[in-house]
């Protein structure tokens, strides 16, 4: 097989602020996802998917958990001759030592990497959302219009428009997409709903130029200065592709818990299957459950539980990640629960996000009795015993490893627990 | 000091396993999946990767390659690295007789140069088709201290299961002093496991000696218990041999039981997860808003919607509204349609149980198979590998639908009790 041309960067190290106790410990991109993966694996199918097996992860913050994700690559295949994920933290050079000042930041300070790769096409990704797109497709209409930048773009709804980068696009190639006029970054008035995925295919050339410039100003991202620059130079020609599929991008703690909803349900917005989703399931020894038990008053509805749980109390519309126990008389409902948490004798959980290795004691109530679509989340981070009891209101968020002496008999709605 | 990790392993892997009846025509016994997600091999090995053993030989000559890939380049039981593997060991051709192993121990000698090639203080000398746990280190230590040239695992049956098995009539230093195998009248209630721990030497010593000694059992271990020093290593705990029918559904059925003492997750079973069939991983198994469930094993990549009830289910497998599952055992990628119902039954690789389909009909359990009176007496029914039920059908108890069956070749909209039914429409 003769060397493949693209060369894929996933932006990996952000910590996101909102998701809170979830990414005390692990940039977002380690989130678990889905009951078995993390959200980085979706990015990592999708290149797969797409053919593209040259990668490299640009990561900084709390990076173990990452790298212990990727392994060797072999989880997507992306180990052989032309097959690979490098892992690329900061790194000490002869004249720059420094931490990543930024994602563009990132990507300039490899550009030694990237150059011995002598790519034809560069795909900068983030690694932080979930959706299914063959990125061969981008990158064919990328080379058709040859262009110097091509940009994934999907619609949200016009309120949202605030929170993200958007394109106004001329009519080119109609639904396919389009040559973008002009960009903002999260715009106070939106003029446009197409929103920018953070999926950038590159001309080498641009993208060296465009880094290089952008090393005098003193701020490095993508969104906010390297796309504005580009799109503002009259003789170069960035595109927009217009993505239709599902887009979760879960920013928000509320909107992560959205997403996994969309995992539920007969006809589920996420179908991991169709997908063709991969994770490593070496991580974390996922391959070594043994199949989910259900005892004998096990109640499971709407739900999806991997391997290595056992249920013996009541699950619904909830997602159980492996090594899940809920015993008799617990109620987990419309609950994302992470890996090898114990639910103890008649807990009741509702719309709670709790991160691994919890325990939590008999009687612990967490939540609403009923909950509603605008019912706040509550998240657990990990490593706590919840002790016997406890209650704990809706919204409220609870720190890493809370010590025994610390938790209180109740804690009320929206309150932290540090 | 000789460490236990030196002995080196051979896994006899190479029975028929006929009276597993046609969960064996495509495979050898010990690559029969077990437990949802494991198959039968697995427990041998992982309790060789759990002793620290690294060297293994795994003997195959019956339908190898399902075996084979199973055990793939070892990795699974993290059998890779520079003085770590495991090496499939086939029949050979040899120079003058027929080249098939005659026997346990014929397999060995046919493998003497495998042998000869790993030198080692000990060989442990396994049968890859039990379900069990076991720590083959403190076996190995156990050889030592009692300075025996042949250790054999042991383990108390009820007296009137001994007929099935090696007896060993003991000592009081557990030296095995006589030895009968598979007596009719029972003189004690010590079953030998089929697990030999042999002093290397003595082992290739033994298998020069007398090319007609062809088994471990018949012959080896009764010339040696006269000759020699044999010692009997006690086991207690949870070991079936799963070579029959009832036998294998049993342990499956122990599987759901908590009191049972199998756990393959607390014994640390590992199994060989890739399947080149597959592009995706499975994702986490789907339960429907109306699914019912109890005193059950569900894998990933399942969708319930149905009720599934003392039942363990592989990977893949589709129980769909109004559809009820229960005592019985599915294979990876079987789908029950709407409102039918398998009732009793073991199910192997993608079946296809169609509309209100009935596998499992009536109350006629002692209407034996009657092809196979041995393999099928209490009930249960077997489906062939990627057979089909049509939709609406009957099927008795006791019953066999071979292989790949397709819905045509059914007779009628009934199989009766005991009745086979072959791909050419022949009902026996």
């Known amino acids: 097989m003769l060397k493949p041309s693209t060369l894929a960067m996933i932006l990996a190290g952000s910590r996101v602020d909102e998701l809170n106790v979830l990414t005390y410990y692990r940039p977002k991109s380690a989130v678990p996802f889905g009951g078995v993966g993390r959200v980085i694996d979706f990015s990592l199918s999708n290149l797969l998917n797409s053919g593209i097996e040259q990668v490299a992860l640009l990561s900084q913050y709390h990076s173990y958990s990452l790298i212990n994700h990727i392994g060797t690559g072999a989880a997507w295949d992306m180990i052989g001759r032309y097959r690979h994920v490098s892992i690329l933290p900061p790194h000490l050079g002869s004249e720059v030592a420094d931490w990543y000042r930024g994602p563009a930041d990132a990507i300039y300070k490899n550009l030694d990497y990237v150059h011995y790769h002598c790519p034809e096409e560069i795909l900068i990704l983030s690694g932080d959302h979930i959706y299914k797109m063959d990125y061969q497709d981008l990158i064919d209409y990328h080379n058709e219009k040859d262009a110097d930048l091509t940009i994934a773009f999907t619609r949200v709804p016009m309120d949202e428009a605030t929170r993200f980068g958007v394109a106004l696009m001329d009519d080119e190639d109609g639904a396919r997409g389009g040559r973008v006029v ?56 960035v595109y927009g592709y217009k993505f239709c599929g599902y887009w979760g991008y879960t920013r928000t703690i509320n909107e992560y818990w959205q997403s996994n909803m969309d995992l539920l ?12 989703f991969r994770t490593n399931l070496e991580h974390r020894h996922i391959r070594d459950n043994e199949p989910s038990l259900m005892g004998e008053d096990a109640v499971v ?54 991160d691994v ?23 657990v981070g990990w490593n706590n015993k919840v002790p016997e009891g406890v209650i704990i209101g809706e919204g409220a968020t609870v720190y890493p490893q809370i010590p025994k002496e610390r938790w209180p008999a109740i804690l009320g709605a929206g309150e932290e627990l540090r | 000091m000789k460490r ?110 495998f042998l000869e090639a790993n030198p080692a203080g000990e060989v442990v000398i396994l049968s890859g088709d039990h379900i069990y746990h076991m720590e083959f280190d403190g076996m190995i230590e156990y050889h030592r201290s009692k300075k025996a040239d042949v250790t054999v695992g042991m383990m108390v049956v009820p007296k009137s299961e001994i007929h099935q098995f090696g007896a060993g009539i003991v000592d009081k230093n557990d030296r095995i002093i006589e030895w009968e195998e598979k007596p009719k009248e029972p003189r004690t209630n010590l079953a030998s496991m089929g697990i030999y721990v042999f002093d290397y030497q003595y082992l290739l010593n033994t298998l020069i000696r007398d090319r007609a000694e062809i088994d471990f059992g018949m012959h080896i271990l009764s010339r040696a218990i006269a000759e020699d020093n044999v010692f009997a290593y006690p086991f207690y705990g949870y070991w079936r041999d799963v070579g029959t029918i009832q036998a294998y559904w049993e342990a499956n059925m ?32 789907r339960f429907g808003a109306a699914c019912q469930l109890k005193n059950c094993m569900i894998s990933a990549g399942s969708n319930i919607q149905g009720s599934v009830i003392n039942s363990v289910l592989a990977p893949g497998v589709v129980v769909e509204e109004g559809a009820i599952v229960k005592d019985s055992i599915l294979f990876e990628d079987c ?20 509309e209100k389909a009935i596998v499992g009909f009536g109350e006629n359990y002692k209407v034996v198979n009657q092809l196979k009176p041995s393999h099928l007496y209490t009930g249960i029914t077997l489906i062939g590998k990627g057979a089909a039920v049509p939709p609406e059908q009957k099927i008795g108890r006791n019953c066999v639908i071979n292989t790949n069956i397709i819905e045509a070749a059914y007779p009628g909209r009934a199989i009766g009790d005991g009745e086979s039914l072959f791909a050419d429409g022949e009902v026996t």
């Open chain 1, 182 to 237: 002009k960009y903002w970054e999260k715009p106070q008035s939106p003029e446009s709903d197409w929103a920018s995925m953070t999926v950038l295919c590159f001309k080498p050339e641009v993208l060296y130029r465009a880094l290089e410039q952008n090393q005098e100003s003193d701020s490095y991202h993508f969104g906010r200065d390297i796309i504005p620059m580009l799109v503002a130079q009259q003789n170069c020609k």
């Open chain 1, 265 to 276: 349900g007969p006809k589920p917005l996420i179908d991991l299957e169709k997908w063709v």
């Open chain 1, 301 to 354: 509805h709407n739900s999806m539980i991997y391997n290595g749980c056992k249920i013996g109390g009541t699950v619904r519309n909830s997602v159980l990640f492996p090594g899940v126990h809920v015993k008799k008389g617990a109620i987990v409902e419309n609950s994302v629960i992470f890996f090898s948490n114990i639910i103890g004798e008649n807990c009741r959980l509702n719309k709670v996000v709790t």
């Open chain 1, 357 to 379: 290795n919890n325990s939590f004691a008999r009687n612990v109530m967490i939540g609403p009795e009923y909950c509603t679509d605008r019912t706040p989340v509550t998240v």
């Open chain 2, 4 to 113: 236990a990790k030196e002995a080196l392993v051979l896994i006899l892997a190479g029975g028929v396993g006929s009276r597993l009846n046609i969960l064996v025509q495509k495979r050898a016994k010990p690559a029969v999946p077990f437990g949802g997600i494991y198959r039968i091999i697995d427990f041998s090995l992982s309790n060789v990767m759990n002793s620290g053993l690294k060297k293994v030989g795994v003997l195959t000559q019956y339908k190898p390659l399902s075996l084979m890939n199973h055990l793939g380049m070892g990795d699974a039981w993290d059998f890779t690295g520079r003085s770590r593997g495991v090496t499939i060991l086939p029949p050979r051709t040899g120079e003058k007789e027929s080249d098939w192993y005659q026997g346990t121990a014929d397999a060995v000698r046919r493998n003497i140069d």
């Open chain 2, 254 to 285: 122990d599987v759901l039981k908590k009191e049972s003492g199998i756990s393959p997750q607390k014994w640390q079973i590992r199994t060989n997860i890739e399947s080149k069939k597959r592009l995706a991983d499975r994702a986490p198994a």
């Open chain 2, 335 to 354: 789908v029950v349609k709407k409102g039918a119902v398998v009732d009793l039954a073991i199910l192997d690789k993608r079946v296809h149980v169609g």
